[in-house]
């Protein structure tokens, strides 16, 4: 039996009164339907008074074929049945990564999707109109920098000098310069080479370059090929994946966005508990093996959650480490990212 489990937590000064898990998800109130609003609502929007409404349209679904997203776009029966009792529909549209999907974002090509902890703060810096709705329990372990077997490096501090693969804007971007500042080296001390995973792969298994900042599945998949960690994230970041909407589509499909949302969270929960079934499919879809999914699957956990203070912190942390070394051209407020208590009370 899959088990929904609903956002709770009040993110205090950005959201106002609105609970995300009333706004979200809905909430059960006295002698109403569920996350029903009541003529008794202090403050509640107009726009929340209104009963729901059918949404014409198509919403557009960006996703990686190596996690819950593809996991919904393969079992997205109830997904279709759900836009369809609201007139709309899903379309998917593949991304290797999280910047791309952004910038597919900031050209109105995508409405909804699913990135990591830094490719927002990039696309912010960019002007990409965004907001972010929720995020994934944190997983540290799931990305590291490893090196080759039979790799000399034993620490950080070796990579002075070395070649080091990189996906650019990327969670593992973010994880280097953390990596690199504990051992009290720069980006400067090492040679970069900018590269998407599968050309990364391509020259870490070649010798092209000594060592390879990746994510999980593929850090999974190197580990079981016989590279080593050399650093994971444990300690040093949190390796969040963020649910990112379309600023427009979020503030003028509310009830869409509510729809795909309740999706991912009863797709996340099936996930946790199945999680052989999981990495099967997303093995046949990725071609990568199926050991390396059910690796990367156990050392994570499932749900959505809410976006709360100390997570936003955590951002505008990141945001404000990218401007300091000048690697985003502008300051970034994160708070600016996310929506009005107004805006959240139409969500319902």
Same mark, same amino acid.
């Given at each position: 039996?899959?088990?929904?489990?609903?956002?709770?937590?009040?993110?205090?000064?950005?959201?106002?009164?609105?609970?995300?898990?009333?706004?979200?998800?809905?909430?059960?109130?006295?002698?109403?339907?569920?996350?029903?609003?009541?003529?008794?609502?202090?403050?509640?929007?107009?726009?929340?008074?209104?009963?729901?409404?059918? *949404?014409?349209?198509? =919403?557009?679904?960006?996703?990686?074929?190596?996690?819950?997203?593809?996991?919904?776009?393969?079992?997205?029966?109830?997904?279709?049945?759900?836009?369809?009792?609201?007139?709309?529909?899903? *379309?998917?549209?593949?991304?290797?990564?999280?910047?791309?999907?952004?910038?597919?974002?900031?050209?109105?090509?995508?409405?909804?999707?699913?990135?990591? @902890?830094?490719?927002? =703060? +990039?696309?912010?810096?960019?002007? =990409?109109?965004f907001v972010y709705v929720?995020?994934?329990?944190?997983?540290?372990?799931? @990305?590291?920098? /490893?090196?080759?077997?039979?790799?000399?490096?034993?620490?950080v501090a070796g990579l002075?000098?070395?070649? #080091?693969?990189?996906?650019?804007?990327?969670? #593992?971007?973010?994880?280097?310069?953390?990596?690199?500042?504990?051992?009290?080296?720069?980006?400067? %001390?090492?040679?970069?080479?900018?590269?998407?995973?599968? %050309?990364?792969?391509?020259? +870490?298994?070649?010798?092209?370059? %000594?060592?390879?900042?990746?994510?999980?599945? +593929?850090?999974?998949?190197? &580990?079981?090929?016989?590279?080593?960690?050399?650093?994971?994230? *444990?300690?040093? #970041?949190?390796?969040?994946?963020?649910?990112?909407?379309?600023?427009?589509?979020?503030? @003028?499909?509310?009830?869409?966005?509510?729809?795909?949302?309740?999706?991912?969270?009863?797709?996340?929960?099936?996930?946790? *508990?199945?999680? &052989?079934?999981?990495?099967? /499919?997303?093995?046949?879809?990725?071609?990568?093996?199926?050991?390396? +999914?059910?690796?990367?699957?156990?050392?994570?956990?499932?749900?959505?959650?809410?976006?709360?203070? @100390?997570?936003?912190?955590?951002?505008?942390?990141?945001?404000?480490?990218?401007?300091?070394?000048?690697?985003?051209p502008r300051d970034v407020?994160?708070?600016?990212?996310?929506?009005?208590?107004?805006?959240?009370?139409?969500?319902?």
């Open positions: 039996m899959i088990r929904h489990t609903p956002f709770t937590t009040i993110r205090s000064g950005l959201l106002g009164c609105a609970a995300l898990a009333c706004v979200l998800f809905g909430c059960d109130r006295p002698g109403g339907e569920p996350g029903a609003a009541t003529a008794g609502d202090a403050g509640a929007p107009a726009q929340a008074q209104k009963p729901d409404r059918r *949404e014409a349209g198509v =919403v557009r679904l960006g996703y990686q074929k190596i996690g819950t997203p593809y996991l919904l776009k393969d079992r997205a029966d109830n997904l279709k049945k759900a836009l369809e009792a609201r007139g709309a529909s899903a *379309e998917w549209i593949e991304f290797h990564a999280g910047p791309p999907l952004l910038e597919a974002m900031r050209a109105g090509a995508v409405d909804i999707g699913h990135v990591g @902890e830094t490719p927002p =703060v +990039f696309a912010q810096a960019g002007g =990409v109109p929720a995020t994934d329990p944190p997983a540290p372990k799931a @990305e590291a920098i /490893i090196v080759p077997k039979g790799s000399p490096l034993t620490s002075k000098g070395k070649r #080091v693969a990189v996906n650019r804007g990327s969670n #593992v971007h973010y994880l280097l310069i953390r990596a690199l500042e504990g051992a009290r080296l720069t980006l400067d %001390d090492i040679q970069v080479s900018f590269l998407a995973p599968a %050309d990364a792969r391509s020259a +870490f298994e070649s010798g092209k370059v %000594d060592a390879w900042v990746i994510w999980d599945p +593929f850090l999974a998949a190197a &580990e079981l090929a016989g590279a080593r960690v050399l650093q994971s994230g *444990e300690g040093l #970041v949190d390796n969040h994946l963020f649910y990112v909407v379309r600023r427009e589509f979020a503030e @003028e499909q509310p009830e869409l966005l509510r729809t795909v949302l309740e999706e991912y969270q009863t797709l996340s929960q099936w996930e946790r *508990e199945h999680t &052989e079934e999981a990495s099967q /499919i997303l093995a046949r879809s990725s071609g990568v093996a199926y050991e390396a +999914f059910l690796t990367s699957e156990r050392r994570r956990s499932f749900g959505l959650l809410p976006i709360t203070p @100390e997570i936003l912190k955590k951002q505008q942390d990141i945001a404000d480490t990218l401007h300091r070394l000048a690697i985003i407020r994160v708070e600016d990212a996310f929506l009005s208590a107004a805006v959240y009370g139409g969500v319902r």
